[in-house]
């Protein structure tokens, strides 16, 4: 398959840019705070966005004509048209300058790092780097490198080894994100990937198990439970890499370590069998 794949036409798109401006609604922020913290109160012009809740700004609007097969936007537009169905969030490293603040005009600038073909266990692989910048003015409040992969159709019977999670973790947080988080969090952040919601399609085209819960929204829930059980310690950088699926209506437990006397944190997911899913790290100041 890797053969078959023209990487010369792919890395093409290394160095193509996108630029998008936001207003930062509060009440984007009010919708996902009820939603991730079952908190009521109106979020307010002028309050600090969250780590990672920039997820919910900066949306593309692909016209609904323009959509692909799995509900993703056609490729080929700002993403390389990278010829294997199965699209997931591998990984993000991210650094915090300072806190965005709601109703303060913003934008985010991406450009494709990199496209680099890789094969494995269950066939050909395309990772597609892409840097995100967001600034106020001329001001830089954050970065990110998002890693995209790109996998082959799934073979009968296919499925990765589970990976063993760290051990003695100095605390845990069980969640066991359903059908209505799953939705709200789609809607958020206005994710028409149909492997979070379409139930046929996920099982029978893309060979899941059952509904895959957000690899965002799982690294949302576990940075929110490390900055809860680090309090007043600002996040400057978290970097993650999304290991295993998880199904919608799993139990999930995130958990961590001690912060390291640098600032250092060691986090992961697992599943109730105790197979991990998706192993991070958080840098608090």
Request: charged share 20%; hydrophobic share 40%; aromatic share 8%.
């Amino acid at each position: 398959m890797t053969e078959a794949l023209d990487l010369d036409h792919l890395r093409s798109w290394i160095d193509r840019t996108e630029t998008r401006d936001d207003l930062l609604s509060p009440w984007t922020a009010t919708a996902l705070a009820a939603t991730l913290r079952n908190d009521e109160r109106a979020w307010l012009a002028g309050d600090a966005l969250p780590p990672l809740w920039h997820w919910c700004y900066f949306l593309p609007t692909a016209p609904q004509n323009q959509l692909g097969p799995d509900g993703h936007p056609a490729r080929g537009g700002f993403l390389p048209p990278v010829p294997l169905p199965r699209r997931m969030w591998a990984a993000s490293r991210l650094e915090f300058f300072a806190p965005l603040q709601l109703a303060v005009p913003a934008r985010k600038t991406s450009r494709v790092m990199d496209v680099k073909p890789k094969q494995g266990k269950g066939g050909a692989l395309v990772f597609v780097t892409v840097e995100h910048k967001v600034h106020a003015g001329s001001t830089l409040l954050l970065r990110e490198e998002h890693d995209i992969v790109y996998r082959e159709a799934p073979k009968p019977g296919e499925s990765a080894p589970p990976q063993s999670p760290p051990a003695e973790p100095a605390w845990t947080v069980e969640h066991r994100p359903d059908e209505p988080l799953l939705f709200r969090y789609s809607a958020l952040t206005l994710n028409s990937h149909r492997i979070h919601y379409d139930h046929p399609y996920t099982t029978q085209v893309e060979g899941y198990a059952g509904l895959v819960v957000h690899g965002p929204l799982i690294a949302t829930l576990l940075l929110e439970a490390a900055q809860q059980n680090n309090p007043g310690r600002a996040v400057r950088g978290y970097s993650f890499r999304a290991v295993r699926p998880l199904m919608c209506g799993q139990l999930l437990r995130v958990r961590g370590h001690a912060a390291q006397a640098d600032g250092s944190v060691t986090l992961w997911a697992e599943d109730a069998q105790g197979a991990l899913l998706m192993q991070a790290t958080a840098q608090l100041a």
